[in-house]
């Protein structure tokens, strides 16, 4: 039996009970949840929250589920690797009276979503506001492998720098250069952008479905540079992987983590990249086979990597931390206050919207409309993974209007 883990309640006498796995940041998600004065049938749904404050970053089952307890409304929970959402937790969850989960993440590969539907539990993400803020990271750690900011970092702390010398810290310049990005959804195609935008590469991308949001901005913007005199920049939608591998001189994973992108750069495929080639990943880790990625630093040098996620996360393999042709960052790529606050309360309305048997929100893209803070949120469920199973309908929003419909 797990030991009991500690907590802080918010709303003691609230009717419904909501458990949140970690503290989130910002104050708006706990007012939503727990100091909220909605009515449900006439019925005040004040709910009583309870926050878990143990120190260890990483929850057992166990202390997961001691946290549901007997009674339990919803719950929400963290991201890969430091939560595993399987049938324990969710038949616990119904046993304790839930319909409701959310992760405070877009990504939910953490999650047995058939788990989730077989116990009738709504599985919720938190999409959108966190696309920008995961794409400039992920612009961050393109430029810092290019130009070997970290490596330069270290030799400026130890004292090393006795002059300017034409060889010291050379590295890789982005402009006129080839882009590659593998997964252009949401974050994908915002991180395209930046470094077309910014550093005016041409851009190769692989994606299962095209897109064309993303190819006519690119057209667009090499018009305008033409127009300007200079040289414009060029799109192409690759047939296969192989072809964004070979091409880029900087690549970035933006796939969502399945069967079909596990390991998706393995020996096989480091080996048709360019030697000089950046690559990054801000996605899920076992998305690149670590091991062979460390192998192929030592044999090449020059090949520069900037990695946000870990296949062992929180562990990196045996060798990495030693390479210097890598930058490596804990699993930050979505960590600006704004976009933290936005996932939270995203995450609280996903829950809440559940208990209150409000509809999904017709567009996970579009949701600015939950995250204005002194306005009352739209009368939905932000986004909901498993809506369509769970036979719950949709709210296609209408502009200027985000309440529901009588
Ligand atoms: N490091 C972080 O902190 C962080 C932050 C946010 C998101 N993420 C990760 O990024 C992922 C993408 O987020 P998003 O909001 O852009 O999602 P998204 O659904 O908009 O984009 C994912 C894209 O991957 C494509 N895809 C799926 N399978 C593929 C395959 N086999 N080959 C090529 N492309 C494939 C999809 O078609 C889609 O366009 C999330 O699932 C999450 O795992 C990580
Ligand atoms: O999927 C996600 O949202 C990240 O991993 C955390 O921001």
Known sequence: MAKPISIEVWNPSGKYRVVSTKSMPGTRWIRLLADNDCRLEGESIHSLLQI????????????????????????????????????????????????????????????????????GIAVGNTPGVLTETTAELAASLSLAAARRIVEADQF????????????????????????????????????????????????????????TRLEKFVTAYGQFLKANGEQPVTWKRAATMEDVLREADVISLHPVLDKTTYHLINPERLAIMKKEAVLVN????????????????????????????????????????????????????SASKWTREGMATLAALNVLGKIKGYPVWGNPNLVEPFLKEDATPPAACPSIVNAKQLGRYYYVPLVNSYSLPS
């Open 156 to 211: 400026m702390r130890a004292g090393l720098y006795d002059g300017w010398l034409p060889h010291l810290f050379v590295g890789n310049l982005l402009k006129g250069q080839t882009v590659g990005v593998i997964g252009a959804g949401r974050i994908g195609s915002a991180y395209a952008r930046m470094m077309i935008e910014g550093f005016k590469m041409n851009l190769i991308y692989y994606d299962l479905y095209q897109s």
């Open 52 to 119: 878990c404050t143990e120190t260890k970053t990483i929850l057992s089952v166990d202390d997961i589920l001691a946290l549901i307890g007997d009674r339990c409304d919803g719950v929400i929970g963290q991201v890969q690797l430091t939560e595993e959402w399987g049938e324990v937790l969710f038949s616990a969850l119904k046993r304790a009276g839930g319909t409701a989960f959310s992760n405070m993440a877009v990504g939910y590969n953490n999650v047995d979503v058939e788990a989730a539907n077989r116990n």
């Open 282 to 333: 801000a996605s899920r880790g076992p998305v690149i086979d670590e091991v062979a990625l460390v192998e192929h630093l030592k044999a090449n040098p020059m090949f520069r990597v900037g990695l946000d996620v870990f296949e062992d996360e929180p562990y990196m393999k045996p060798g990495l931390a030693d390479m210097k042709n890598a930058v490596v960052v804990p699993h930050i790529a």
